[in-house]
């Protein structure tokens, strides 16, 4: 044994309480390794990686990778019925659209497997912002990113309205 005495309660329940962050990273990277995602948010922004033409008819299923890399694997797509044909004949822009995405060769190639492709439920619309003021300049309205764009334009209204210079990082003396 360890050494360290076990109460009736921590053996009744199954060991030790943990908290919250000790276990979640456990069960997203069983649940993540389960279907094959190098993260969830390639099935989140699937639309606006491949374009809501292609969105709308297929659906990230998995991604595999060979034993011990994480380049280099297989997409699997699900793909709506008769869409399939048109859809291998996009493959390669797919393949370079996630790669980019991604930031790396993730993916090298694509499996198509046909069914029944869920319609993405509709999320509302983020709150319409008012226009950037003339004085911030044009580099923000070239943010392609709309999330993006409109945190960058929260912060710098921000700083713009602040009376004092926002320090980061103070370090005290």
Do not use: C
């Not at 000790?22 to 649940?31: F, I, K, M, T, Y």
């Not at 822009?93 to 980019?100: G, Y």
């Amino acid at each position: 044994m360890s050494g360290k005495k076990v109460t009736k309660d921590e053996a009744a329940r199954g060991g030790r309480a943990r908290s919250v962050a000790e276990l979640l990273p456990d069960a997203g990277r069983a649940s993540f390794r389960k279907f094959g995602f190098v993260q969830h948010s390639i099935v989140s922004r699937w639309g606006e990686i491949v374009g809501q033409r292609y969105a709308g008819v297929s659906a990230p299923e998995s991604i595999r990778f060979p034993q011990g890399k994480r380049s280099d694997g297989t997409l699997t797509l699900t793909v709506a019925g008769a869409h399939a044909p048109m859809m291998q004949h996009v493959l390669p822009e797919i393949v370079e659209r996630v790669n980019r995405f991604f930031g790396y060769p993730a993916v090298a190639r694509v499996a198509i497997r046909q069914g029944v492709v869920a319609r993405p439920a509709l999320k509302p619309q983020p709150p319409k912002l008012e226009p950037v003021p003339q004085e911030l300049g044009e580099s923000l309205r070239s943010v392609g990113d709309p999330e993006l764009r409109a945190v960058l334009e929260s912060l710098a209204r921000g700083i713009a309205t602040s009376e004092t210079i926002p320090v980061l990082g103070r370090v005290k003396a």
